[in-house]
């Protein structure tokens, strides 16, 4: 299971906007934001490929939830215009969203390039 995040859990694990202008990551680990809606069809399709790379990818990436409808002010934050909308945060540099309901070989594309993350290797 994903973790879905509130206001205040956001603040705590990925940035606290109320303290920071600058952005800074809060987190010692990568992470995806995934920002949805329970009625979009485009985000039920996404949800099962995130639980996937959550899996595939264990302890090397987080991979939080927003639920754009309880959580109105932090999608205004990031201008949410559309859903999904993810957002990849590596520990340094600056977060890059991207839109859409993206294949999955996308997502592993962006996590290896934008995030730095590689899949574990099992033996």
């Not at 409808?69 to 945060?89: H, K, N, T, W, Y």
Request: with cysteine.
């Amino acid at each position: 299971m994903l973790e879905h995040l509130t206001k205040e859990t956001f603040k705590e694990k990925v940035f606290n906007f109320e303290l920071n202008k600058e952005w800074k990551y809060e987190g010692k680990t990568p992470c995806m934001i995934d920002f949805y809606a329970d009625w979009c069809g485009p985000c039920k399709m996404v949800a099962p490929v995130l639980e996937e790379l959550q899996k595939e990818y264990g302890s090397n990436l987080v991979i939080y939830k927003v639920n754009t409808e309880d959580e109105r002010e932090l999608s205004a934050m990031f201008g949410i215009q559309s859903i999904p909308s993810l957002l990849f945060v590596p520990v340094q540099g600056q977060p890059q969203m991207a839109m859409g309901a993206l294949p999955k070989s996308t997502f592993e594309k962006a996590i290896s390039e934008v995030l730095n993350v590689q899949k574990p290797v099992i033996n």
